[in-house]
């Protein structure tokens, strides 16, 4: 089974379904549709949840919308600064569309 982690600030916007995107460098983009994937706080490691992956397609930086940050349960300015935070100087993204899974132990 494949894994993915998250700020363990993210884990109860997953939880809730308020979070369906993430968004990746070309190192995490190695998900297909259909992967269940376990997912983990980077932090910890603690593994809190699975989900299966919808999409996988690619977006520029300078292309990301209203609606990437609504998927993402924030505002596109805060989205923008995160990715900025976590990604310094990235042009390049890769969104990971993915659905909680609730019949996963």
């Known amino acids: 089974?494949?894994?993915?982690?998250?700020?363990e600030r993210f884990e109860a916007d997953i939880l809730s379904g308020k979070k369906v995107?993430?968004?990746?460098?070309?190192s995490e983009?190695?998900?297909?549709?259909?992967?269940v994937v376990a997912v983990s706080t980077l932090e910890h490691g603690r593994r809190f949840c699975h989900v299966r992956i919808?999409?996988?397609?690619?977006?520029?930086?300078?292309?990301?919308t209203a609606l990437h940050?609504?998927?993402e349960n924030m505002t596109l300015a805060q989205l923008k600064q995160v990715i900025q935070?976590?990604?310094p100087g990235i042009e390049q993204l890769y969104m990971l569309k993915?659905?909680?899974m609730t019949d996963v132990i």
């Not at 089974?1 to 700020?7: G, N, Q, Y």
């Not at 919808?54 to 300078?62: E, L, M, N, P, S």
């Open 1 to 7: 089974m494949k894994h993915i982690t998250f700020f």
């Open 21 to 26: 995107i993430t968004l990746r460098d070309e």
């Open 29 to 35: 983009k190695d998900y297909e549709v259909g992967d």
């Open 54 to 64: 919808d999409g996988v397609t690619q977006v520029r930086f300078d292309a990301l």
């Open 69 to 71: 940050a609504e998927q």
């Open 85 to 87: 935070e976590i990604y």
């Open 98 to 100: 993915f659905s909680l």
